[in-house]
């Protein structure tokens, strides 16, 4: 079966998580992506955050650097950089998330790289954006997270800050978004042209209702975190905990709508004076009721709430812990996660894919390759360098 | 100037957020989308009016801001000859942009193998809840699917209720996912000349959301990367969240012996590095909670904005944790174009939005409107697109195909 990007040939000089995922995305959908590793500099520190010990599997790996060819190159050494240009001068695209000052000083700027080969797509991913003050802070996701606003509003209040780290999955997205967007063009027009996106970026859409809301509104509530039990819906949006410590929570906005059902679930009187209209449930009440709710939910168990839930085929759910996708059918058959075998460690579990393409599907051809696992290969096939030629670089 | 998606024409039938955002970043780019929606109704996220229990004021920007740059059709797709009507206009269209449910997609005969029979170039894409396959029947509110993934139970403290990701936030990354998804289809196209079918989940989206902490969680199975973890027990303690004596603040400092001596030169922490329980990498790990709060009570002494200024001049990454509220003023966010500003004919007033967070050298996306009015467009596409008379389009009007 043909790929979506079967032709694409990218050259991914990145050292951060979301530059390797963005890189992959195009390599799992068919671009050839030759992933160039600098032997010039120490490696990248893993696991800096110290919140992946003693992986036996380098899982983060697995996934941004999964469909891959890595070559190693000294890049601090002109042989080496002359190489990279080589390759780059054979490549539609090159993806990097150096930073700026380091992309000019090796020559990488988009000026001399158009030298190398006229219609070169850039794609840059950065820490906060190719302008402004601060465009040569580095790119860290907790950085650029930090200066977003959205982790001051996540938990109760009086709890400290909350770092997911899903910003950086919005920016990788985005860096391969445009790439392909810049792809389309040049296929129209001939021109190659420079793709920016950034952690900020990607940061600032993750929180994009809120932060939107607080562009509109100004209203200090925005900024803040607000308690479970002061939502705005009682029946949407808050989290109740139920007797064995699992927790429930309801997405059923239209309350009108739901009331009847809701209400007898509950053991509440559907006619109950309190509650009786929209209104008072998300206005005058809506206190009251999220007190209320909270008694009730919490006696009994989570398995409970889930039969009822799913019974009266309601809008609210048992939260699940990561448990849940590791063990899910759904997450199986439509391969968002993967049961694989790798070749030192035996088998194990990754993320798939998460888009479906019925002519064109994703595919795992081949796992995370060792560092420089592909350097003769790539020298030899792709530059046809002879033996002495790669010897020399 | 051009731009990249000129040309590129979207049937963009989708209700609430994921799908809109999804054809968002088409528009901002220059793909001429037409927001398919109900006569008199529209799309339910025209009815938003609040969010955290507070008035969204004097306009909608829930809705006007995902549907900007796009046009506006009503077109009833439940009666056999708004469908009809509609396959004139799949005729003359690239992509096909779903999230009403699979059920209601072949219930109103919109499946990929009726279109693609109208439009064999067509690519047609579904936001579904779950995937296309496998037999799960759950609600797909972002809330209800974010509750499936497991990233909830993951945040925040040990013993605080699990953690919503904010309004959107898995919405968001699905549109985006939707978005990367079209171009593919719409790349592979012009080499083959044959639309496809492409579906992006909201679970599948979530899922690779999730993927700094729940790829490890798969590949390791270990509980470690499934449960709330205390920021007293970071396992480096350099690289963690402390509260200054006014605001929070994110260190990131690797932990060497050289990363640990820079920060307690650079804090005036000379206590904390000859302290021997601190004295290598290991021991700061192994004594992690003893050295955060020693670190605690350091900073606790001064304002955020003075650690930071002390830890960058000594090349340490450090930020403020800041609100809505710093980032609104943010010259970062401004200068790089992620907020913009437009008119707003509403309010009749310029307004401020969300901008571009991808940006184009040579054709850069821009916002031209805010979301348009209902049905604001039917009339003039029936007649531009389909050479429609007016009295074709009276009698359409009569018949409550069309408002």
């Not at chain 1, 206190?287 to 889930?306: A, C, I, R, T």
Request: aromatic share 8%.
């Amino acid at each position: 079966m043909s790929t979506a990007l079967g032709d694409l040939v990218v050259i991914d000089l990145s050292t951060e998580f979301f530059g390797g995922v963005a890189a992959a995305l195009l390599a799992d959908f068919g671009a050839r992506v030759i992933r160039v590793e600098n032997t010039g500099v120490p490696a990248p520190i893993k696991n800096r955050d110290g919140m992946r010990p003693q992986e036996v599997i380098d899982a983060h790996a697995e996934l941004a650097h999964r469909n891959k060819q890595s070559i190693a190159l000294d890049l601090e050494t002109d042989e080496g950089l002359s190489v990279l240009k080589q390759l780059i001068a054979r490549s539609d695209v090159l993806m990097t998330d150096l930073p700026f000052a380091e992309q000019d000083a090796k020559g990488l700027d988009y000026e001399s790289l158009c030298g190398l080969r006229a219609d070169i797509i850039v794609a840059r991913g950065s820490g906060f954006g190719p302008n402004g003050p601060d465009r040569d802070l580095p790119a860290i996701d907790e950085l650029a997270a930090s200066r977003v606003g959205l982790m001051s509003t996540l938990g109760e209040p009086g709890q400290p800050p909350v770092y997911s780290g899903t910003g950086q999955m919005h920016t990788a997205v985005m860096l391969a978004f445009g790439a392909l967007m810049a792809l389309v063009h040049r296929a129209k027009s001939g021109e190659g042209q420079v793709v920016d996106t950034s952690l900020f970026a990607g940061n600032m859409y993750s929180a994009s209702l809120d932060l939107q809301a607080y562009l509109a509104v100004r209203a200090d509530r925005i900024l803040e975190p607000v308690s479970r039990l002061d939502m705005g819906n009682p029946m949407s949006g808050p989290s109740y905990p139920c007797s064995d410590g699992r927790w429930v929570t309801l997405a059923m906005p239209d309350t009108d709508r739901w009331w009847p059902i809701f209400s007898e679930v509950m053991g509440l009187d559907i006619d109950d004076p309190r509650f009786d209209t929209h209104e008072k449930r998300c206005g005058d009440n809506r206190l009251e009721m999220m007190q209320l709710l909270d008694e009730l939910f919490v006696k009994q168990p989570g398995s409970h709430w889930e039969k009822e839930f799913a019974e009266k085929k309601m809008s609210a759910d048992l939260i699940e812990t990561y448990d849940y996708p590791a063990h899910c059918d759904q997450a199986r058959v439509n391969r968002y996660v993967l049961d694989l075998d790798h070749p030192s460690h035996g088998e194990f579990q990754s993320l798939g894919f998460p888009i479906m393409m019925s002519d064109n599907p994703a595919r795992l051809r081949s796992m995370a390759p060792c560092r420089g696992q592909h350097t003769e290969e790539v020298l030899e096939d792709f530059l046809g360098l002879d033996a002495d030629q790669r010897n020399r670089s | 100037m051009s731009k990249a998606l000129e040309g590129l024409r979207v049937l963009d039938c989708t209700v609430w957020f994921q799908g809109p955002v999804s054809s968002q970043y088409l528009a901002d780019f220059g793909a001429e989308v037409i927001h398919i929606e109900r006569p008199v109704t529209g799309d339910p996220a025209r009815g938003v009016r609040s969010i955290k229990a507070l008035e969204i004021g004097d306009w909608n920007q829930y809705f006007l801001v995902i549907n900007r740059n796009k046009k506006s059709l009503a077109i009833d797709l439940r009666s056999e000859e708004g469908q009809q009507l509609f396959y004139k206009l799949v005729a003359q269209a690239d992509v096909f942009l779903w999230n009403q449910g699979m059920d209601n997609l072949v219930k109103w005969n919109l499946s990929y193998e009726k279109l693609s029979a109208v439009n064999p170039r067509i690519i047609h894409v579904t936001n579904t809840g779950h995937g296309q396959k496998g037999t799960l029947e759950k609600p797909s509110f972002d809330i209800n699917v974010q509750a499936l993934t497991g990233i909830m139970t993951r945040q925040g403290e040990p013993g605080q209720p699990p953690i919503y990701l904010g309004m959107g936030s898995g919405d968001a990354y699905g549109g985006i996912m939707s978005a990367f998804g079209i171009l593919m289809a719409l790349y592979q196209r012009e080499k083959t000349g044959r639309g496809q079918a492409v579906d992006a989940s909201l679970y599948g989206a979530q899922l690779f959301m999730g993927a700094p902490t729940l790829q490890p969680y798969l590949a390791s199975g270990k509980d470690f990367y499934a449960k709330q973890i205390s920021r007293s027990e970071a396992p480096n303690p350099l690289w963690n969240r402390y509260k200054t004596q006014d605001k929070w603040m994110y260190l990131c400092q690797t932990n060497t012996d050289d990363g640990f001596s820079a920060l307690c030169d650079a804090l005036g922490a000379g206590s904390i590095a000859a302290d021997s329980r601190f004295a290598d990498a290991a021991a700061r790990e192994s004594n992690n909670t003893e050295l955060i709060a020693a670190l605690d009570a350091h900073f606790a002494d001064k304002r955020a904005e003075a650690w930071c200024d002390a830890l960058a001049n000594a090349g340490i990454p450090a930020s403020p944790i800041e609100t809505f509220k710093e980032l609104a003023a943010d010259p970062q966010a401004w200068e790089n174009d992620y907020f913009l500003k437009t008119w707003c004919s509403e309010t009749d007033e310029e307004v401020e939005i969300r901008g571009l967070p991808v940006t184009l050298s040579k054709t850069p996306g821009s916002v031209e409107t805010l979301g348009p009015e209902l049905g604001q467009d039917t009339e003039i596409v029936l007649m531009e697109m389909l050479g429609m008379e007016w009295e074709e389009i009276e009698a359409l009007k009569a018949r409550e195909v069309i408002p």
